[in-house]
């Protein structure tokens, strides 16, 4: 069978690049090569970056009424070619078709928020703040923003940049991740009548090459990355020559506090759908649990149990199947890797624990336990169906474990005690903090963390704030 060869999306048209090499495209589900993807040059880059720079003189000066109806339209091409999204996510990610479908409501709802936010937006108000003067705040465009999204959630992330960014008057060069670029190629596809030449410009290949030309590019004025640590800090450091502003959503490692008057059934099923949903590959996954030492064996018990009744397997087999394969043979390699790391320190598992034998890239949901203070498995981001458990015996010594990480993304606090909901998120630094709940999310909302898990803000009305900027204009009155 022939593959389809997938080119770059450049000025509202294919382009086959500036170069002939290209990349497989695989089905983690079964290994087998799907589609060939353009591997990207710098010479791609530049041509994306001009085509943007000459959009972004009309896109930006068009009012937000007139951008919103665009990204309404938009929302309305994501909706009307659902299935085929859902589809197109499943197969290249190795998500269950429940979690496909729900990405691109999102990626749908997140087009729609954005259309009515950037209409809406506060400033301080004009007035005479220096006598005989009067002044004003004027929101405008970054320019061309630079956008590099990761592989577990393709088509919702690049929605998450491209709606706030599209919104505030930006044009943009986004470069998905080389081994999932299906979806976004495809929405460039669908929408590509519906914005001007130019303003979206998608450019596939290696991060090293292509990732490296975005964020180090003198005409792109805003690089944003959703990605690892690793890839943040190489992206910071090549913005850092031409002084552009970066956007980060880097790892997490979420710690999961249970007290012992939680509803530990809530629990259970909330770190099931949490830790295991897209195979652990989240970076706000439910994958450090620390529970109290009076409930610890009945909490595992519960999750033990649910775990093993998990369907496991090929998107393809049906909606029943709540956990798919890992998105390539590399990252299984790793997370294997990082298992055998764990039994080494002293962790056991209580089920899972291996990559089963067949075809596909599947790791077996594992909860390890057993785990010896300050093992790698609790500390490092293993990004896998792999969820560890932990104990403590008093809420402060909780909230030094839980904070006891480099990262800052989020953090859930499960009790039934008023007091301790509404007190001890304040002691957590993560940027979300669930209580009662895990990896919910809201589109009015704000999502992104601190300390190793970068800056910046993705969905609400602060992504816009991210992806504009501010001019003050003071104007004296005549004498």
């Known amino acids: ?258 007290f012992a008057d939680a509803d530990l059934d809530a629990v259970a099923d909330g770190v099931l759908f949490a830790g295991f949903g897209n195979s652990g590959q989240d970076c706000g996954a439910a994958c450090r649990v620390l529970v109290d030492a009076a409930v610890h064996d009945d909490l595992v018990a519960r999750l033990v149990k649910r775990i093993e009744a998990m369907p496991v397997g090929a998107p393809s087999e049906g909606e029943h199947i709540e956990m798919g394969p890992l998105v390539s043979r590399e990252h299984r390699d790793r997370v294997v890797a990082a298992l055998e790391r764990a039994f080494a320190d002293g962790a056991t598992a209580a089920v899972g624990g291996k990559a089963p034998d067949g075809p596909g890239f599947f790791v077996e949901p594992t909860l390890l336990v057993d785990i010896p203070d300050g093992a790698a498995c609790t500390t490092e981001e293993i990004f896998g169906p792999v969820v560890t458990v932990e104990t403590f015996t008093d809420e402060d010594a909780a909230v030094v474990a839980a904070n006891a990480t480099p990262y800052g993304l989020s953090a859930s606090v499960w009790t039934e005690n008023a007091r301790r909901a509404a007190s001890l998120p304040g002691r957590l630094d993560f940027g979300t903090v669930w209580v009662n709940d895990h990896l919910a999310f809201a589109t009015e909302m704000p999502w992104g963390g601190v300390k190793s898990s970068g800056y910046g803000r993705d969905l609400s009305a602060y992504a816009l704030n991210d992806y504009s900027r501010t001019k003050h204009v003071m104007v004296k009155h005549q004498a």
């Open 1 to 258: 069978m022939t593959r389809p060869v997938l080119d770059h999306h450049i000025d509202g048209a294919p382009w086959q690049g500036a170069g002939p090499a290209t990349q497989e495209v695989v089905d983690p589900a079964t290994g087998e090569v799907i589609a060939y993807a353009r591997r990207g040059t710098a010479e791609d880059v530049d041509r994306a970056v001009a085509a943007a720079r000459r959009a972004g003189a009309d896109w930006g000066r068009r009012t937000p009424k007139d951008r919103a109806d665009v990204l309404l339209a938009v929302a309305a091409a994501v909706e009307e070619h659902a299935a085929e999204l859902v589809d197109l996510e499943s197969r290249n990610a190795g998500k269950p078709l429940g979690l496909a479908a729900d990405d691109v409501a999102g990626t749908a709802d997140t087009f729609r928020f954005m259309a009515g936010a950037v209409r809406a937006q506060t400033a301080l108000a004009a007035g005479e703040y220096v006598e005989g003067r009067t002044s004003t705040i004027v929101r405008e465009p970054v320019g061309v923003v630079g956008a590099i999204t990761p592989w577990n959630y393709p088509l919702l992330m690049a929605a998450w940049k491209l709606g706030p960014i599209l919104a505030a008057g930006n044009t943009c060069v986004l470069k998905p991740s080389e081994q999932t670029p299906l979806s976004t190629l495809r929405l460039a596809e669908l929408v590509a009548g519906l914005l001007p030449a130019g303003v979206l410009n998608v450019v596939t290949g290696d991060g090293a090459v292509v990732g490296a030309a975005i964020a180090s590019h003198p005409g792109i004025d805003l690089v944003s990355v959703t990605g690892s640590v690793r890839s943040g800090q190489a992206v910071a450091a090549a913005a850092a020559a031409t002084l552009k502003r970066v956007h980060l959503e880097l790892g997490g490692k979420a710690p999961v506090l249970v």
